[in-house]
Nanobody, 128 residues
Framework: QVQLVESGGGLVQAGASLRLSCAAS????????MGWFCQAPGKEREFVAA????????SFTDSVKGRFTISRDNAKNTVYLQMNSLKPEDTAVYYC?????????????????????WGPGTQVTVSS
């Protein structure tokens, strides 16, 4: 089992950067694919980024490519989402998730049904 807690959210102006962290407890972190999802008010939760066990493969939704990076430190049981050039449309609650490492294909990584454990979320608000 994996317990997840996100941190690093906040209120920033457009163009600023934030780094979200997700600290995991439990012995399964290094054997889990890790993902970030977000949910804006009135919208469904959607995929943002994911990273495989070793960090060798990553996947991003089109709207954040070139602006966000995802990384993980298995020694620290932590996954990061570096968010640069933030836009007002990035405003959302960001959730960290841990999933089964069955596949490393993009369709698999981007499907929230493949993630079993979720953090409570951290709010990111970007003002214009």
């Amino acid at each position: 089992q994996v317990q997840l807690v996100e941190s690093g959210g906040g209120l920033v102006q457009a163009g600023a950067s934030l780094r979200l962290s997700c600290a995991a407890s439990g012995r399964s972190f290094s054997s889990s694919v890790m993902g970030w999802f977000c949910q804006a008010p009135g919208k469904e939760r959607e995929f943002v980024a994911a990273i495989t066990l070793s960090g060798g493969d990553t996947s991003f939704t089109d709207s954040v490519k070139g602006r966000f990076t995802i990384s993980r430190d298995n020694a620290k049981n932590t996954v990061y989402l570096q968010m640069n050039s933030l836009k007002p449309e990035d405003t959302a609650v960001y959730y960290c998730a841990a999933g089964r490492p069955s596949y490393s294909t993009k369709p698999y990584l981007q499907n929230e049904r493949n993630y079993d454990y979720w953090g409570p979320g951290t709010q990111v608000t970007v003002s214009s």
